[in-house]
């Protein structure tokens, strides 16, 4: 009868648990089943487990990897399962494989375990893993958990590096009594607000883990005084209480899924003790966070074939990320390749250049540099020069002028901004004895001096004083587990040495062949915090002044260059991809011509004390949008091409004082032909010098952003030039290096090519161009400008019915759709207040939805019809037969998006299609008073309902 009467006080302990969380949250103003308990089993028999799910409980914790891979497959398969504490990568795989029905992994703390798990739960096929990361707050050595200051970079690995996790929050655990501080909550909260700050998450959505069960209350009341009530039922109590059947944690969100059905729990009592566990299989609920069909319901869009086509694009999503991530380390350094394509200074006093074009059989540079010639500055041969991915890399090296001699050491480094640094004053030589003197402890540095040492000892210590001198000599060596145990007794007396103070420990308990290895915490902390001596290199590195004294540019600033190519095709000529100032051979007579009047690069790297400093931080994003599109080209009164300094001056405080928040440009990517309005893309990276420098673009940005206006650019995405001698098109001789080829490469009606946006290195360049324009030029906000021109084949000029399964039939370019959600998805990370706009004439379903729901991630899309209506009633309608209905429902449009629709009270495609505005239909074939009055007043009434 002992057994019941222990099983008894498992129950009795949970209920007085819940009874304090019922004050706590009374106490703090809110409701007590906003809550769920998880029981934490650690070393206790799965009879006392069953007795608590009986009791109504689903929810268990476990803190050893072995107990809840043998516990977990004889309980109920709707047992949620958390796993609590520090785990070890090796033991990712069995855990995830062997608990199918683990609902969140609380204690992430290192990169490594993160990927593992990140690349298990996709080899498995399961839903996304929540997990939470844990910190160090109290700063133990014994605790383990990541360092305040690095929890950030920790969090956005797990938010861009491991598609396959969900973020859910962080946690702590306390001091070694199991009791905390304030100053223990307040920097769990403080990681929390940098975080949330950082990646723009809602402090609600963000969950903390922290408080036991002596101080709970305390943490309760911290976050009383720290955070507002709506936000507190999103926060996260952990407890134990020392009773001996069971620990009892205390987590959020109390509403699980059994058998279809949602329970919610907040106590034992709330349950009959009577309720059974259920004996049949019972199915995996998906994870709540991601839900490739979740916008559906709320739209109303029952179609079974374009639900499972959303649900078949996400897994191609998933295998899109797997893909990305076996060649980039996360996806923001997939969306950061201008950091090392094109050109860029080295620190070594020469200029790096890369490019990619895989149909290529050489690479060089040709400019007024080196007299245009294509064999001075090339790539090597060899994968030296370029590798299997077909990226090529060229070294520019600084010239050494007359009468100075080469540096002391190969990796000497300059400091290309400020005049003088600290090489200057030291040698390098002297910098190598500080290093020697300051960094090695006594005795560290001893197998450094002699290397072979090491190497001999351990020779000994396997095969003795005169061991075998060739391999046919050896004799059959017994296992290391042996031989290490052999070891370690034959040495069990030795005196202390200054190796490392390491031990193996051997998993006995069943054969796995899985062995730990463990040192002294002193040491390994230690060993942590020795940093590599590269503080003492850069004592090396010499100012500017010394750089120009010693070195001509390799590429001066203001250089002209292009790439050439030796192709299938023959030698070619062409305007880097990546180039960021490009002078068209339209405007070449502006100019001092190149050779052969072509277009070229201009490589821009002007003194410091030249170069544009920033003066102004971004404007808030406002809650309303008050959009002014504008083109600088035509922005000025006289009949020239305006220019940026000009725009600046004369057009930003008119915007400004008509009271708008935001100008939206168009056509400022470098294009060709002028007559284009910019949409016909050249050069990507490149702001049009039809309009200044880059540095008076930054000027511009600059002062709108200090006149409080956010800017947003017209980006083209959609198509490009179709142009050879200075866009992309045949670029490396290849019809298909960026674009399709055959009949999808080209525009049917506007003569441009088209992306292929299923290439690995067509996404790298596309994404990054987006982060560009961010990180370069300090954009707020892009329009994705014809949508429809990339998501369909037939470019969108095709007749819609408005049935749901012609956004999902053959037509319908699915790697199309995967960019924008990961150029959505990878924005709003990286830049948390960003604006992205869908112009899409389509409306395709799930626009403005969040890509964890099923939708493309826009913030706004634009509604098109609005402008056309008008432009039609105005022109073709008498105004008696106007249909008010008509009006009204094209200006409110679907009512599941009305707050996230942009009207436009005119639209650019009237100049560029040849039409007209409002203004010169209403007014400028006004012949007499009455009429002009007509068109005054309709004008008037047209913006005032915009």
Request: include cysteine; glycine fraction near 6%; hydrophobic fraction near 35%.
């Amino acid at each position: 009868m002992a057994a019941p009467a222990v099983e008894g006080v498992a129950v009795t302990a949970m209920r007085a648990v819940l009874h304090r969380v019922r004050q706590a949250a009374e106490r703090s103003g809110r409701r007590a089943d906003d809550v769920r308990v998880v029981a934490v089993s650690k070393t206790k028999p799965v009879s006392l487990i069953v007795q608590v799910y009986d009791a109504g409980h689903r929810c268990f914790g476990e803190n050893y990897v072995q107990e809840i891979i043998e516990k977990a497959p004889q309980l109920p398969e709707d047992i949620q399962w958390h796993f609590i504490g520090h785990l070890q990568s090796n033991k990712v795989k069995s855990l995830l494989t062997a608990v199918p029905n683990l609902a969140m992994v609380e204690g992430v703390d290192n990169e490594k375990v993160a990927n593992n798990l990140d690349r298990v739960v996709s080899n498995i096929g399961r839903q996304p893993l929540k997990i939470l990361v844990q910190v160090n707050t109290s700063g133990e050595e014994s605790k383990s958990g990541v360092n305040p200051s690095e929890c950030l970079d920790l969090v956005k690995h797990v938010k861009l590096g491991c598609p396959h996790l969900e973020f859910s929050g962080l946690m702590t655990i306390g001091m070694l009594d199991y009791t905390s501080t304030p100053e223990n909550f307040n920097t769990l909260l403080n990681c929390r607000s940098e975080v949330c700050k950082a990646l723009g998450i809602a402090e609600a959505q963000c969950e903390l883990s922290m408080g036991m069960s002596g101080d709970f209350e305390k943490a309760e009341n911290v976050l009383r005084n720290k955070v507002d009530v709506d936000f507190f039922s999103f926060e996260e109590f952990r407890f134990y209480v020392y009773t001996p059947p069971c620990k009892v944690f205390l987590l959020p969100d109390n509403k699980i899924k059994i058998n279809g059905k949602n329970k919610c729990k907040c106590s034992a009592t709330d349950h009959s003790q009577s309720q059974q566990r259920p004996r049949k299989k019972t199915k995996q609920q998906p994870d709540g966070g991601t839900d490739p069909v979740g916008f559906l319901s709320k739209h109303g869009i029952t179609n079974k074939v374009f639900a499972q086509f959303l649900r078949e694009r996400y897994k191609a999503l998933k295998d899109l990320k797997d893909e990305v991530l076996s060649r980039h380390i996360n996806l923001q350094d997939l969306a950061s390749g201008f950091e090392i394509l094109g050109m860029h200074r080295n620190v070594q006093h020469r200029v790096d250049y890369m490019e990619w074009a895989p149909g290529a059989r050489y690479c060089s540079l040709v400019g007024d540099f080196n007299g245009w010639s294509p064999t001075e500055n090339s790539a090597r041969e060899g994968h030296l020069g370029h590798d299997d991915y077909g990226y090529w890399f060229v070294i520019l090296e600084d010239k050494l002028r007359e009468g100075e001699e080469p540096d002391e050491v190969y990796f000497q480094q300059y400091n290309y901004v400020d005049d003088h640094d600290k090489g200057d004053e030291v040698t390098v030589e002297e910098v190598f004895k500080k290093a020697n003197d300051e960094y090695w402890e006594p005795g560290e540095d001893r197998f450094i001096n002699n290397r072979y040492e090491l190497v001999s000892k351990l020779y000994e210590q396997i095969f003795g004083p005169n061991g075998p001198q060739t391999e046919e000599e050896m004799e059959e060596l017994a296992d290391p587990e042996t031989r290490y145990k052999a070891w370690k007794e034959q040495h069990k007396d030795d005196p202390p040495s200054n190796l490392t103070p390491c031990d193996v420990i051997i998993d006995d308990r069943e054969d796995h062949g899985e062995f730990e290895v463990v040192t002294d915490p002193e040491w390994a902390e230690k060993f942590r915090n020795k940093k590599p001596p590269i503080a003492y290199w850069l004592e090396t590195r010499k100012g500017r002044k010394a750089w120009l004294k010693k070195y001509i540019p390799g590429i001066p600033h203001g250089s002209k260059y292009r790439v050439y190519f030796n192709t299938p095709m023959g030698p070619l000529e062409r305007v880097p991809a990546w180039a960021t100032y490009v002078i068209p051979a339209e405007i070449l007579p502006q100019y001092a011509e190149a050779d052969g009047n072509q277009a070229y690069a201009v490589h821009w790297e002007p003194p410091p004390e030249s170069a544009y400093k920033w003066k102004h931080k971004h404007p808030r994003k406002p809650k309303s949008l008050r959009i002014y599109e504008c083109h600088v080209g035509i922005s000025g009164q006289e009949p020239r091409v305006a220019t940026f300094n000009e725009f600046t001056e004369n057009v930003l405080p008119h915007v400004k004082e008509a009271g708008y928040n935001v100008i939206q440009l168009i056509g400022i990517l470098e294009h060709k032909d002028y007559f284009t309005v910019g949409y016909r893309v050249t050069n990507f990276f490149a702001a049009s010098s039809r309009y200044g420098t880059p540095d008076d673009f930054k000027r511009l940005v600059d002062e709108a952003h200090g006149h409080g206006l956010l800017v947003f650019l017209d980006i083209v995405h959609s198509y490009a030039a179709a142009d050879e001698m200075v866009g992309l098109s045949y670029f490396d001789g290849s019809n298909d290096c960026y674009f399709h080829s055959g009949k999808r490469g080209n525009h049917k009606f506007w003569g441009t090519r088209m992306f292929k946006y299923g290439d690995h290195d067509v996404l790298h360049f596309l994404l990054s161009n987006l982060n560009w324009w961010m990180v370069e030029y300090q954009i707020d906000g892009f329009n994705f400008h014809s949508l429809s021109s990339m998501m369909y084949t037939h470019n969108g000029f095709a007749a819609f019915t408005g049935d749901v399964e012609e956004y999902c039939n053959q037509y319908v370019d699915k790697d199309a759709l995967l960019y924008l959600i990961l150029a959505n998805d990878i924005l709003h990370v990286l830049h948390p207040n960003i604006v992205t706009i869908a112009e899409d004439v389509t409306l395709y379903p799930g626009l403005i939805e969040p890509t964890s729901q099923g939708g493309l991630g826009f913030d706004y899309f634009v509604n098109l019809s609005a402008p056309e209506m008008w432009l039609s009633y105005l022109e073709n309608v008498p105004d008696h037969d106007w249909s008010m209905s008509k009006i009204v429902s094209t200006l409110t449009g679907n009512r599941h998006s009305a707050n996230k629709m942009l009207l436009y009270a005119e639209n650019h495609s009237q100049s560029i299609s040849g039409g007209r505005s409002l203004a010169e239909i209403l007014i400028g074939s006004a012949k007499t008073e009455e009429t002009l009055l007509r068109g005054c007043s309709l004008h008037k009434v047209h913006l005032i309902i915009l």
